[in-house]
C-alpha cells in the first residue's frame, strides 16, 4: 500500500514492478512477490500472493455515465495461494481478480458504491456494482460470468439498508424480496470504505458475498486527506 513515484516502476509484457515489490504473470497464474514495512509502527511484510485464475475474461464495463471510469473482472473465480514469512502465516483459498481504470479522479463523478461478489451453485460468480452518481440516475451492474466463459446480465433484486458502520458509513446490498441481507463478518472499517461478509438471496439463491461500500465525499474531506499517508506512504 505504498504509493510510489514513476521512478520506481517498471512495466513489461509479464511483470510490472513497484519499488521492491512486484507481479509475475507466468501463463497459468499471477505471482504477486510483497516486500514492504508498515506504516507507522515499522515492521516487515514480504512473502507471496499466487493467483491462479478458473478462466480470464476479456470484458470491461464504464461505471458512469460519462464513461470516464472502467471495471472488469480478469478472473471473477480463481484460487488464491499465500504464503509469507513475515508475518509468518499460510492460507488458501477461492479468488477473486478484477481491474478499475479512470480517466478523471473518482470525486469528480461518484457519490459512493456498493459492490458485491458471490459464487453460486452451478459455479458462475455474480457481482452487483451499485453506482450512485453526483449526476444523473443511479446506475446498477448485475452480471453473471459462467465457466463457459460468457456474461449475462440479470435484473438486481431491490435495494435494503444495511447497519451503518463503525465509522457511521451507510451502505446497502441487493438481495431477494423476503431474504434479509445480513452482516456475519467486518473485514476492514474505515473512515471511508468498509469490506464485509454478508448472507443473502440472489437468483433464488442463499448466497454468502464479499461486499465493499466506498463513501466518496469521506475519501476526500480533508480529514481523510490528512490522515491517508500515515497509512499510505509516499515514496520515490
Same mark, same amino acid.
Given at each position: *500500500?505504498?504509493?510510489?513515484?514513476?521512478?520506481?516502476?517498471?512495466?513489461?509484457?509479464?511483470?510490472?514492478?513497484?519499488?521492491?515489490?512486484?507481479? $509475475? /504473470?507466468?501463463?497459468?497464474?499471477?505471482?504477486?512477490?510483497?516486500?514492504?514495512?508498515?506504516?507507522?509502527?515499522?515492521?516487515?511484510?514480504?512473502?507471496?500472493? =499466487?493467483?491462479?485464475? +478458473?478462466?480470464?475474461?476479456?470484458?470491461?464495463?464504464?461505471?458512469?455515465?460519462?464513461?470516464?471510469?472502467? @471495471?472488469?473482472?480478469? %478472473? #471473477?473465480?480463481?484460487?488464491?495461494?499465500?504464503?509469507?514469512?513475515?508475518? &509468518?502465516?499460510? @492460507?488458501?483459498?477461492?479468488? !477473486?481478480?478484477?481491474?478499475?481504470?479512470?480517466? $478523471?479522479?473518482?470525486?469528480?463523478?461518484?457519490?459512493? /458504491?456498493?459492490?458485491?461478489?458471490?459464487?453460486?451453485?452451478?459455479?458462475?460468480?455474480?457481482?452487483? !456494482?451499485?453506482?450512485?452518481?453526483?449526476? &444523473?440516475?443511479? =446506475?446498477?451492474?448485475?452480471?453473471?460470468?459462467? +465457466?463457459?466463459?460468457?456474461?449475462? #446480465?440479470?435484473?438486481? #433484486?431491490?435495494?435494503?439498508?444495511?447497519?451503518?458502520?463503525? @465509522?457511521?458509513?451507510?451502505?446497502? *446490498?441487493?438481495?431477494?424480496?423476503?431474504?434479509?441481507?445480513?452482516?456475519?463478518?467486518?473485514?476492514?472499517?474505515?473512515?471511508?470504505? %468498509?469490506?464485509? *461478509?454478508?448472507?443473502?438471496?440472489?437468483?433464488?439463491?442463499?448466497?454468502?458475498?464479499?461486499?465493499?461500500?466506498?463513501?466518496?465525499?469521506?475519501?476526500?474531506? #480533508?480529514?481523510?486527506?490528512? *490522515?491517508?499517508? /500515515? =497509512?499510505?506512504?509516499?515514496?520515490?
Amino acid at each position: *500500500m505504498t504509493e510510489r513515484s514513476r521512478a520506481s516502476i517498471t512495466r513489461e509484457a509479464r511483470r510490472f514492478v513497484i519499488g521492491p515489490s512486484r507481479l $509475475e /504473470w507466468d501463463g497459468q497464474a499471477l505471482t504477486i512477490h510483497v516486500d514492504e514495512v508498515t506504516v507507522p509502527i515499522p515492521g516487515r511484510v514480504r512473502g507471496t500472493v =499466487r493467483v491462479v485464475p +478458473q478462466r480470464l475474461f476479456n470484458f470491461s464495463t464504464a461505471l458512469d455515465d460519462g464513461a470516464r471510469h472502467h @471495471w472488469g473482472p480478469i %478472473a #471473477p473465480s480463481a484460487r488464491v495461494e499465500v504464503a509469507f514469512d513475515s508475518p &509468518g502465516t499460510r @492460507w488458501s483459498g477461492h479468488a !477473486y481478480l478484477d481491474s478499475n481504470e479512470g480517466t $478523471e479522479p473518482i470525486e469528480r463523478p461518484f457519490t459512493e /458504491w456498493d459492490w458485491s461478489r458471490c459464487s453460486l451453485r452451478d459455479g458462475s460468480t455474480a457481482v452487483i !456494482y451499485d453506482v450512485r452518481q453526483k449526476q &444523473g440516475a443511479d =446506475r446498477v451492474l448485475a452480471l453473471r460470468f459462467t +465457466q463457459d466463459g460468457e456474461v449475462e #446480465p440479470f435484473e438486481p #433484486p431491490p435495494r435494503q439498508a444495511l447497519p451503518r458502520t463503525l @465509522w457511521r458509513i451507510g451502505r446497502t *446490498m441487493r438481495t431477494d424480496p423476503g431474504v434479509p441481507a445480513t452482516v456475519t463478518r467486518t473485514l476492514e472499517d474505515t473512515p471511508f470504505y %468498509a469490506r464485509s *461478509m454478508l448472507r443473502s438471496g440472489l437468483l433464488g439463491e442463499a448466497v454468502e458475498s464479499v461486499h465493499e461500500t466506498l463513501s466518496v465525499p469521506r475519501l476526500v474531506s #480533508p480529514a481523510v486527506r490528512f *490522515m491517508l499517508p /500515515w =497509512r499510505m506512504p509516499r515514496v520515490k
